[in-house]
């Protein structure tokens, strides 16, 4: 059935906030990178997507580069920008926020002589995932952006997600919501759970974070598509710039049923695949 709504991404941590022992939930000089849109371009250009689609997918998956893709093309921008594997433009813009140093080990260095080690978390009993995680920390090895690959258990890893803040990185994925704008506001608004690089903030910490907003509040105000269109379209191309969540690749849709079955209509929104309209199927004589 092709692309799927579900779609893995990695994230960086990047809650400015503190603990009950008022230590920062990241380490400072960490948290600079993690909120500078450069390094988040930079890591987007050097994770090799497709090998993931081909080694870990064997082919059945999709490339995936913003929130909304192929699967949904009423809503999909097809015009938003692109941070595909491209190591000279990873390079480039390292070194444009100052990484152009590395350590004994081989490991890139910030500005102020930190070298870049990252906790890396993705959750086990999921072995493609498992398998694209190792793959990124390869990929992002290369160019001296070390990976502490950590898998725990989907629960401890969504604790340290949604609960403690205490993690610096992680490989996670979310289904699809539905397929019209307004079942995603959960992730994008800046004061939700699930905006995932920073959940539940008092008031947007970036001004993109703060449109981003104000264009899902205004999609809300009418119903008029052409209108609700021009206004997703903006919110897909402020995420595909700013990547708080670099998207990695989209699992293709498969369901099987028996042929005798008729009034099939597959969907690829729903985990019911061939079976979301049962009321409507009959078996043919």
Not at 32 to 37: I, L, S
Request: hydrophobic letters at 40%.
């Amino acid at each position: 059935m092709g692309a799927g709504p579900e779609r893995d991404f990695l994230w960086f941590n990047q809650n400015t906030g503190t603990n009950a022992a008022g230590q920062p939930f990241v380490n400072p000089w960490k948290l600079k990178w993690f909120r500078n849109k450069k390094f988040r371009q930079a890591v987007s250009c050097a994770i090799d997507r497709d090998r993931i689609v081909r080694d870990v997918y064997r082919g059945r998956a999709q490339a995936t580069y913003g929130f909304i893709s192929t699967e949904n093309p009423k809503w999909n921008n097809p015009n938003v920008p692109r941070y595909s594997f491209d190591p000279p433009r990873a390079r480039g813009l390292l070194a444009e926020v100052g990484m152009t140093r590395f350590s004994p080990e081989g490991v890139l260095l910030d500005g102020d002589g930190h070298p870049l080690e990252i906790l890396f978390h993705s959750n086990l009993g999921n072995p493609l995932r498992e398998k694209a995680a190792v793959m990124i920390q390869e990929d992002l090895g290369k160019f001296g952006i070390k990976l502490v690959y950590l898998p725990v258990s989907f629960e401890v890893l969504r604790k340290k997600v949604d609960i403690t803040f205490d993690y610096e990185c992680a490989l996670m994925g979310l289904g699809g919501g539905g397929a019209d704008p307004a079942t995603q506001a959960n992730v994008l608004r800046s004061s939700e759970d699930l905006h995932q690089w920073f959940p539940s903030q008092r008031a947007p910490s970036t001004e993109w974070e703060a449109r981003v907003d104000a264009l899902m509040e205004a999609q809300m105000r009418t119903v008029d598509f052409a209108e609700r269109k021009k206004v997703f379209d903006e919110v897909q191309a402020i995420l595909s710039e700013e990547l708080p969540m670099i998207y990695t690749v989209s699992p293709f849709a498969c369901a099987a049923l028996r042929s005798q079955v008729g009034n099939l209509r597959p969907s690829v929104f729903t985990p019911y695949r061939l079976t979301w309209n049962m009321e409507e199927l009959y078996f043919r004589k």
